[in-house]
């Protein structure tokens, strides 16, 4: 066998032998890309998130009842007008009053 053939067999084996590596290193990063996906997906299974996802939930509920103050004292404020003007009539007293017996009355069949 010449010089220049034992160069070239021994430089295809080396290229053999150095893609044999990287591949196996290919197939190890893929493997540790796989296992560090799964921990990720483990990750949305912690409290912590569910606790932010309700933190999330609450503070909308609390941002859509600062947003209805607003028209509540607008009420209460019409209402403390009413009320300035003078004594409340008899007839809306009685009419209270009536609606309180019926409503008493709606509670005790309802608990039935």
């Not at 220049?4 to 084996?13: E, K, M, N, P, Q």
């Not at 609606?99 to 608990?111: M, W």
């Amino acid at each position: 066998m010449s010089a220049h053939a034992i160069v070239w067999w021994a430089s295809l084996v080396a290229l053999i032998v150095v893609l044999g590596l990287a591949g196996a290193q290919a197939l190890r990063a893929l493997r540790e890309l796989k296992r560090a996906q799964a921990r990720v997906a483990g990750f949305g299974e912690l409290p912590v998130f569910a606790a932010l996802a309700r933190a999330e939930t609450n503070a909308q509920r609390l941002q859509g009842a600062v947003e209805a103050i607003a028209p509540l004292v607008a009420r209460a404020e019409a209402a403390v007008a009413v009320i300035r003007r003078g004594p409340v009539p008899p007839e809306l007293v009685t009419a209270a009053k009536r609606i309180g017996t019926e409503l008493a009355a709606l509670r005790a069949v309802a608990s039935r």
